[in-house]
Each structure stands twice: as structure tokens, then as C-alpha cells.
């Protein structure tokens, strides 16, 4: 599986949630189609690093798109960006951010996505009896609470 830093694999994932995929998306992203994009929300200089990134890695933006990716590093804010917009996840409704990370309602199937293109970093942790049944902390964080 190929890296994408967190800009590219949010984009890519906007790309996906706004129902731009596969093969489309390929074609999208070679003809550097800002229209078939529009409504996904983004800003077009965003499309616009996108597609120079796509134009310089294609292999590589090719594999992420056919055979998936996982994100070299991703902050809080990076992770709240991808469960918001692949989800649609609100705050305070599915999720809570708190001060060692942020709890959440998903599916297994969101959580096992989550876990398979998240690094490391990142420990996301099944809780049982609270509201939120996802827990996701930075991984160094526990040896602190000690």
C-alpha cells in the first residue's frame, strides 16, 4: 500500500465522499476536471495541489485510488477532517473531542477503514457502556498516564 501525505489522502477521500471514485476519478484527475469536483466543497487551489501532486506521482496516486493507501501522519485535526467528511460524522453528536483524543460512534467497518490508513500513531480502542464506542488517542500519550 502506498503513503499519501495528510493533504492528499483528505482530498482524495473528499474526492470519494462527494461520490467521485474509481475510474471517474482517474479520469477526473487527468483531464483536471475542477467542475466534476466543485461539489465536493473544497477550495480549487486545493484541486489545484491535488492535481500537480497526481501529475508528478500518478503511479502512486493510481495505486491509492485502485488498491488504497495509509496516511504517513495525520494530526487530530487531519483525523477530524476525515471522519467529518467521510462520515459525516458532528461533533458533540457522534463524536467528542476530549484532552487525550477523541471519542466517537462508528461502524466496524469505519473503524476497521480507520484503522487500515491511519499510522501507527494512532491507537483507536473499542470502550465499552459509554455513549462513544471509539476511543482514538495518540499512541504515546498512554505511557504518560502511568
Known sequence: MVKLSMPVGLL???AIAGGVSGDRLLEVIKTK???ALRHVGKEESSWTYFFEFAEQNWETVVSAITTGYTFKFITIRGLLNLIQTKYKLKENEDFLMNESGIDMNLLDEQLDFLRSRIPSQWVFKKQEQTKYGVQAFLAQTTSTNV
Open 12 to 14: 482524495l477521500e473528499a
Open 33 to 35: 476536471n475542477y467542475e
